[in-house]
Protein backbone atom coordinates (compact mmCIF):
# COMPACT_ATOMS: atom_id res chain seq x y z
CA UNK A 1 0.00 0.00 0.00
CA UNK A 2 1.38 3.44 -0.80
CA UNK A 3 -0.74 4.90 1.70
CA UNK A 4 -2.00 4.52 5.35
CA UNK A 5 -5.79 4.02 5.73
CA UNK A 6 -7.15 6.70 8.12
CA UNK A 7 -10.78 6.72 7.57
CA UNK A 8 -11.56 10.21 8.25
CA UNK A 9 -10.93 13.48 6.45
CA UNK A 10 -10.80 16.25 9.30
CA UNK A 11 -11.86 16.58 12.98
CA UNK A 12 -14.23 19.00 14.18
CA UNK A 13 -12.87 20.88 17.60
CA UNK A 14 -15.96 21.31 19.76
CA UNK A 15 -16.55 23.51 22.55
CA UNK A 16 -19.60 24.08 24.57
CA UNK A 17 -20.52 27.08 26.66
CA UNK A 18 -21.93 25.86 30.02
CA UNK A 19 -24.57 28.16 30.57
CA UNK A 20 -26.72 26.81 27.78
CA UNK A 21 -26.44 23.29 29.02
CA UNK A 22 -27.57 24.33 32.55
CA UNK A 23 -30.63 26.83 31.87
CA UNK A 24 -32.26 24.08 29.62
CA UNK A 25 -35.46 21.88 30.75
CA UNK A 26 -32.96 19.01 31.06
CA UNK A 27 -30.78 21.33 33.82
CA UNK A 28 -26.62 20.32 35.05
CA UNK A 29 -25.23 18.76 37.42
CA UNK A 30 -21.44 20.25 38.93
CA UNK A 31 -18.53 17.98 38.32
CA UNK A 32 -17.56 17.04 41.44
CA UNK A 33 -14.56 18.71 41.31
CA UNK A 34 -16.55 22.15 41.78
CA UNK A 35 -17.84 24.39 39.59
CA UNK A 36 -16.44 24.88 35.94
CA UNK A 37 -14.67 27.91 35.33
CA UNK A 38 -16.98 30.86 33.29
CA UNK A 39 -15.48 29.63 29.97
CA UNK A 40 -16.16 27.26 27.56
CA UNK A 41 -15.44 24.03 27.86
CA UNK A 42 -14.00 21.03 25.56
CA UNK A 43 -17.03 18.58 24.14
CA UNK A 44 -14.81 16.44 21.82
CA UNK A 45 -12.17 16.15 19.06
CA UNK A 46 -14.45 14.51 16.26
CA UNK A 47 -12.90 12.46 13.53
CA UNK A 48 -15.27 13.27 10.18
CA UNK A 49 -15.75 12.96 6.68
CA UNK A 50 -15.91 15.72 4.08
CA UNK A 51 -18.91 14.28 3.10
CA UNK A 52 -20.55 15.01 6.32
CA UNK A 53 -20.53 11.39 7.50
CA UNK A 54 -18.43 10.03 10.61
CA UNK A 55 -17.35 6.95 12.22
CA UNK A 56 -17.63 6.55 15.44
CA UNK A 57 -16.60 3.99 18.12
CA UNK A 58 -13.78 2.08 15.77
CA UNK A 59 -11.54 0.05 17.89
CA UNK A 60 -13.90 -1.59 21.18
CA UNK A 61 -10.02 -3.18 22.28
CA UNK A 62 -8.77 0.19 23.07
CA UNK A 63 -11.12 1.59 25.50
CA UNK A 64 -10.31 4.66 27.58
CA UNK A 65 -7.71 4.40 30.16
CA UNK A 66 -7.12 7.40 32.52
CA UNK A 67 -3.50 6.28 33.65
CA UNK A 68 -2.32 6.90 29.93
CA UNK A 69 -3.55 10.20 30.57
CA UNK A 70 -2.43 11.21 34.32
CA UNK A 71 -0.32 14.01 33.57
CA UNK A 72 -2.88 15.78 31.90
CA UNK A 73 -6.10 15.03 34.71
CA UNK A 74 -5.99 18.64 36.19
CA UNK A 75 -5.96 20.51 32.75
CA UNK A 76 -8.72 17.87 32.21
CA UNK A 77 -10.60 19.17 35.05
CA UNK A 78 -10.13 22.64 34.13
CA UNK A 79 -11.18 22.65 30.37
CA UNK A 80 -13.32 19.24 29.53
CA UNK A 81 -15.28 19.51 32.50
CA UNK A 82 -18.71 17.78 32.77
CA UNK A 83 -21.92 18.79 33.35
CA UNK A 84 -23.97 15.89 32.89
CA UNK A 85 -25.64 13.87 35.73
CA UNK A 86 -24.84 12.61 38.28
CA UNK A 87 -21.78 14.33 39.20
CA UNK A 88 -19.31 12.82 38.74
CA UNK A 89 -15.32 14.05 37.82
CA UNK A 90 -15.45 13.72 34.15
CA UNK A 91 -14.36 10.20 33.84
CA UNK A 92 -17.78 9.48 32.05
CA UNK A 93 -17.53 12.35 29.47
CA UNK A 94 -13.89 11.89 28.97
CA UNK A 95 -14.25 7.91 28.60
CA UNK A 96 -17.24 8.68 26.29
CA UNK A 97 -15.22 11.26 23.96
CA UNK A 98 -12.33 8.60 23.82
CA UNK A 99 -14.30 5.20 22.94
CA UNK A 100 -16.94 6.76 20.33
CA UNK A 101 -14.53 9.46 18.63
CA UNK A 102 -10.90 9.15 19.76
CA UNK A 103 -10.67 5.45 18.90
CA UNK A 104 -11.40 6.56 15.07
CA UNK A 105 -7.84 8.77 14.54
CA UNK A 106 -6.28 6.16 16.76
CA UNK A 107 -3.98 5.20 14.23
CA UNK A 108 -2.77 9.34 13.92
CA UNK A 109 -3.22 10.25 17.88
CA UNK A 110 -2.77 7.52 20.77
CA UNK A 111 -5.21 8.69 24.02
CA UNK A 112 -2.29 10.58 24.99
CA UNK A 113 -1.87 12.93 22.22
CA UNK A 114 -5.69 12.65 21.38
CA UNK A 115 -6.49 14.50 24.69
CA UNK A 116 -3.41 16.42 24.97
CA UNK A 117 -4.45 17.84 21.36
CA UNK A 118 -7.58 19.29 22.32
CA UNK A 119 -6.00 20.46 25.74
CA UNK A 120 -3.96 22.55 23.44
CA UNK A 121 -6.16 23.58 20.50
CA UNK A 122 -8.49 24.96 23.39
CA UNK A 123 -5.59 26.81 25.48
CA UNK A 124 -4.20 28.55 22.18
CA UNK A 125 -7.61 29.52 20.85
CA UNK A 126 -9.64 31.48 23.82
CA UNK A 127 -13.18 31.87 22.19
CA UNK A 128 -14.23 34.00 25.26
CA UNK A 129 -11.76 35.82 24.66
CA UNK A 130 -12.53 36.93 21.49
CA UNK A 131 -16.25 37.23 21.63
CA UNK A 132 -15.73 39.61 24.29
CA UNK A 133 -12.95 41.48 22.88
CA UNK A 134 -15.97 42.18 20.01
CA UNK A 135 -18.23 43.28 22.71
CA UNK A 136 -20.31 40.02 22.89
CA UNK A 137 -20.41 38.97 26.38
CA UNK A 138 -21.99 36.29 28.44
CA UNK A 139 -24.56 38.77 29.98
CA UNK A 140 -27.89 37.06 28.92
CA UNK A 141 -28.05 39.84 25.88
CA UNK A 142 -28.85 39.39 22.37
CA UNK A 143 -26.56 39.30 19.46
CA UNK A 144 -26.30 38.79 15.85
CA UNK A 145 -25.38 34.94 14.53
CA UNK A 146 -22.65 37.00 12.11
CA UNK A 147 -21.45 39.22 14.66
CA UNK A 148 -20.56 35.94 16.85
CA UNK A 149 -19.23 34.60 13.26
CA UNK A 150 -17.02 37.22 11.91
CA UNK A 151 -15.79 38.00 15.39
CA UNK A 152 -14.19 34.24 15.46
CA UNK A 153 -13.43 34.25 11.74
CA UNK A 154 -11.61 37.74 12.32
CA UNK A 155 -9.50 36.51 15.02
CA UNK A 156 -8.44 32.67 13.65
CA UNK A 157 -8.94 32.91 10.34
CA UNK A 158 -11.24 30.54 9.33
CA UNK A 159 -15.47 30.43 9.89
CA UNK A 160 -16.18 28.39 12.78
CA UNK A 161 -19.89 26.65 12.85
CA UNK A 162 -22.60 27.55 15.91
CA UNK A 163 -24.80 24.91 17.38
CA UNK A 164 -28.12 26.42 19.31
CA UNK A 165 -29.95 25.20 21.98
CA UNK A 166 -33.57 26.16 23.26
CA UNK A 167 -33.53 27.30 26.90
CA UNK A 168 -36.13 27.03 29.49
CA UNK A 169 -38.15 30.06 28.37
CA UNK A 170 -37.70 28.92 24.77
CA UNK A 171 -34.92 31.43 23.86
CA UNK A 172 -32.62 30.28 20.77
CA UNK A 173 -28.86 30.04 22.52
CA UNK A 174 -24.88 30.04 21.49
CA UNK A 175 -24.63 26.23 22.83
CA UNK A 176 -21.61 24.99 20.82
CA UNK A 177 -18.54 26.11 19.06
CA UNK A 178 -17.47 23.77 15.94
CA UNK A 179 -13.84 24.92 14.68
CA UNK A 180 -12.36 22.62 11.93
CA UNK A 181 -8.97 21.16 12.25
CA UNK A 182 -6.56 18.84 9.90
CA UNK A 183 -5.92 15.35 10.71
CA UNK A 184 -3.07 16.28 12.50
CA UNK A 185 -5.14 17.20 15.67
CA UNK A 186 -3.13 20.76 15.64
CA UNK A 187 -3.86 23.22 12.46
CA UNK A 188 -6.89 25.07 12.29
CA UNK A 189 -8.74 24.68 8.59
CA UNK A 190 -11.72 26.02 6.70
CA UNK A 191 -14.59 23.50 7.57
CA UNK A 192 -14.95 20.86 4.49
CA UNK A 193 -18.65 20.59 5.38
CA UNK A 194 -20.69 22.50 8.65
CA UNK A 195 -23.15 20.66 10.67
CA UNK A 196 -26.97 20.82 10.30
CA UNK A 197 -29.38 22.44 13.06
CA UNK A 198 -30.77 26.19 12.94
CA UNK A 199 -30.33 29.26 15.07
CA UNK A 200 -32.44 32.28 15.13
CA UNK A 201 -30.47 35.24 13.26
CA UNK A 202 -30.38 36.61 17.09
CA UNK A 203 -29.05 34.53 20.03
CA UNK A 204 -28.64 34.35 23.67
CA UNK A 205 -25.56 34.17 25.53
CA UNK A 206 -26.43 33.16 28.57
CA UNK A 207 -24.16 33.54 32.00
CA UNK A 208 -23.10 30.99 33.42
P1 LIG B 1 -26.70 15.53 18.43
O1 LIG B 1 -27.60 14.49 17.84
O2 LIG B 1 -27.05 15.91 19.82
O3 LIG B 1 -26.42 16.69 17.52
O4 LIG B 1 -25.28 14.81 18.54
C1 LIG B 1 -25.10 13.69 19.34
C2 LIG B 1 -23.70 13.21 19.19
O5 LIG B 1 -23.46 12.73 17.87
C3 LIG B 1 -22.61 14.26 19.38
O6 LIG B 1 -22.30 14.46 20.73
C4 LIG B 1 -21.47 13.65 18.65
O7 LIG B 1 -20.91 12.61 19.42
C5 LIG B 1 -22.13 13.05 17.46
N1 LIG B 1 -22.22 13.98 16.33
C6 LIG B 1 -23.29 14.75 15.99
N2 LIG B 1 -23.04 15.44 14.88
C7 LIG B 1 -21.79 15.11 14.49
C8 LIG B 1 -20.97 15.47 13.38
O8 LIG B 1 -21.34 16.26 12.51
N3 LIG B 1 -19.75 14.90 13.32
C9 LIG B 1 -19.30 14.02 14.25
N4 LIG B 1 -18.06 13.53 14.10
N5 LIG B 1 -20.05 13.65 15.29
C10 LIG B 1 -21.27 14.18 15.41
P1 LIG C 1 -21.56 12.98 22.23
O1 LIG C 1 -22.08 11.60 22.01
O2 LIG C 1 -22.55 14.00 21.84
O3 LIG C 1 -20.14 13.20 21.83
O4 LIG C 1 -21.47 13.18 23.84
C1 LIG C 1 -22.58 13.29 24.61
C2 LIG C 1 -22.49 12.26 25.72
O5 LIG C 1 -21.60 12.69 26.75
C3 LIG C 1 -23.84 12.06 26.38
O6 LIG C 1 -23.93 10.70 26.75
C4 LIG C 1 -23.76 12.94 27.59
O7 LIG C 1 -24.57 12.48 28.65
C5 LIG C 1 -22.29 12.83 27.97
N1 LIG C 1 -21.82 14.03 28.66
C6 LIG C 1 -21.21 14.04 29.86
N2 LIG C 1 -20.89 15.30 30.21
C7 LIG C 1 -21.30 16.10 29.21
C8 LIG C 1 -21.25 17.51 29.01
O8 LIG C 1 -20.75 18.30 29.81
N3 LIG C 1 -21.75 17.96 27.83
C9 LIG C 1 -22.32 17.14 26.90
N4 LIG C 1 -22.79 17.68 25.79
N5 LIG C 1 -22.40 15.80 27.07
C10 LIG C 1 -21.89 15.30 28.21
P1 LIG D 1 -25.31 31.66 4.84
O1 LIG D 1 -24.56 30.57 4.17
O2 LIG D 1 -26.09 32.54 3.90
O3 LIG D 1 -24.50 32.44 5.85
O4 LIG D 1 -26.43 30.93 5.74
C1 LIG D 1 -27.33 30.01 5.19
C2 LIG D 1 -28.22 29.52 6.30
O5 LIG D 1 -27.43 28.86 7.30
C3 LIG D 1 -28.99 30.61 7.03
O6 LIG D 1 -30.24 30.09 7.42
C4 LIG D 1 -28.12 30.87 8.25
O7 LIG D 1 -28.91 31.35 9.32
C5 LIG D 1 -27.59 29.49 8.56
N1 LIG D 1 -26.28 29.55 9.23
C6 LIG D 1 -25.17 30.20 8.80
N2 LIG D 1 -24.17 30.03 9.67
C7 LIG D 1 -24.67 29.25 10.67
C8 LIG D 1 -24.10 28.72 11.86
O8 LIG D 1 -22.91 28.91 12.20
N3 LIG D 1 -24.91 27.96 12.63
C9 LIG D 1 -26.19 27.70 12.29
N4 LIG D 1 -26.89 26.92 13.13
N5 LIG D 1 -26.78 28.18 11.17
C10 LIG D 1 -25.99 28.95 10.38
Known amino acids: LFFV ?4 D ?10 SYCDTDQSCCYPTTGKPASDFGIHG ?3 NNNDGSYPSNCDPSNPFDQSKISDLVSRMQQNWPTLACPSNSGTTFWSHEWDKHGTCSESILDQH ?9 KENLDLLQILQSAGIQPDGGSYSLSSIKNAIKSAIGSTPWIECNTDNSGNSQLYQIYICVDTSGSNIIECPVTPTGKCSSNIQFPSF
Open 113 to 121: SYFKSALDL
Open 45 to 47: LWP
Open 10 to 19: FFYFVQQWPG
Open 5 to 8: AQGF
